[in-house]
């Protein structure tokens, strides 16, 4: 397993990590993504560390804090072995206490998932959404206090905008405060919106991404093609409406450069389409997920190869879409490219 630096953090991160939002599934999200109780998560986790995975993802959203229970429960009596990811800010209920980053959310959050986990610090806790209720300058105060008080080692975010990390990292500069080191974000083939503004910023400031969905919400595991029906038991009839959506067209043209490059190489389309994220730029790690030991080890697969760069160059072009304003003239127009060349 290749190893690398989180953001600018002297934090090494496998190449490949682990989400467990399969673990103790419930509901109509969670439970179609899967359901994985202690036992089984226990074997996959065994899969994973055999394999040089060593971090693992979940958010106490993920089945209402089941996943992180089942996560503790698989890691146990190994837990310098692994590095522990979470998340929170999403609601865990219907009070006013219940969502958000305050002070008094996140002591209590962080004090909820330590609980859950079965452990008394978190490597690299990320709020799961920005909090425009709440001062910035409270938000950093407070993860400030739970980095010194032991219970967390590393910061970041997920699912923010470019500027509401840019904000967060000037006045965690201005006050003294830890720095984000990872966002979390949805990156694949088919959703290239991260490359606009939040790439170059990872660049500029040593963020490091974490890509969640890397498959496109299920679309790029080589079951979807051109003129075909969507699978009977594809979970795409269950949750395709909480995800990203995707034009028809553009994941057709997209699966068919995916399905060319799978004949060169003898590789699978998850595998490929992996690999891929994994010669971005500031891509820190891919999380994969599976339900089963099956799927682990396919997308396990993914590393250990690499797509040559015309293979690249076609997989950049069948997944190519216009920027939107303002990035478009910096790709379109001669002078606005020549003041800022495109990160990628």
């Not at 990872?202 to 299920?218: H, I, N, R, T």
């Not at 993914?302 to 760069?309: N, S």
Request: hydrophobic residues 40%; contains cysteine.
């Amino acid at each position: 397993m290749d190893y690398r630096r989180l953001g600018a953090s002297g934090l090494k991160v496998p190449a490949l990590s682990f989400g467990a939002g399969t673990f103790g599934g419930s509901g109509p999200l969670f439970g179609a993504w899967g359901n994985s109780d202690a036992q089984e998560a226990r074997r996959l986790v065994d899969i994973c560390l055999e394999a040089g995975v060593n971090l693992f993802d979940t958010a106490d959203v993920y089945s209402n804090g089941a996943s992180e229970e089942v996560l503790g429960a698989a890691i146990k009596g190994r837990r310098d072995a692994v590095l522990i990811s979470t998340k929170t800010s999403l609601p865990m209920g219907d009070g006013p206490a219940d969502y958000g980053s305050s002070r008094s959310r996140l002591i209590r959050s962080v004090d909820d998932a330590l609980r859950r986990l079965g452990t008394d610090y978190i490597d690299l806790l990320q709020l799961h959404a920005f909090d425009a209720g709440t001062p910035i300058e409270e938000v950093l105060s407070a993860l400030d206090d739970l980095v010194r008080a032991g219970k967390l080692r590393y910061i970041g975010v997920s699912n923010f905008s470019g500027w509401q990390v840019m904000k967060s990292l000037g006045l965690a500069d201005r006050h003294g405060h830890p720095r984000y080191v990872a966002h979390q974000v949805y990156y694949s083939l088919v959703g290239r919106d991260y490359e606009w503004e939040l790439m170059p910023l990872g660049l500029d400031q040593g963020v490091g991404a974490l890509v969640w969905s890397p498959l496109g919400w299920g679309r790029l595991t080589g079951k979807i093609r051109r003129g075909e029906k969507l699978p009977e038991k594809s979970r795409l009839h269950d949750t395709a409406s909480f995800g990203p959506p995707v034009e028809d067209e553009h994941l057709y043209r997209v699966v068919d450069a995916l399905d060319a490059i799978a004949g060169e190489t003898g590789r699978t389309v998850p595998q490929i389409a992996i690999n891929w994220l994994l010669q971005r730029p500031t891509v820190s790690s891919v999380i994969i997920g599976a339900r089963n030991e099956q799927q682990l080890r396919q997308n396990l697969g993914a590393v250990g190869w690499a797509l040559t760069p015309e293979q690249m160059k076609k997989l950049d072009a069948a997944s190519e879409v216009t920027a939107p304003y303002p990035y478009f003239p910096y790709r379109r127009q001669e002078g606005f490219a020549r003041l800022n060349p495109p990160a990628v």
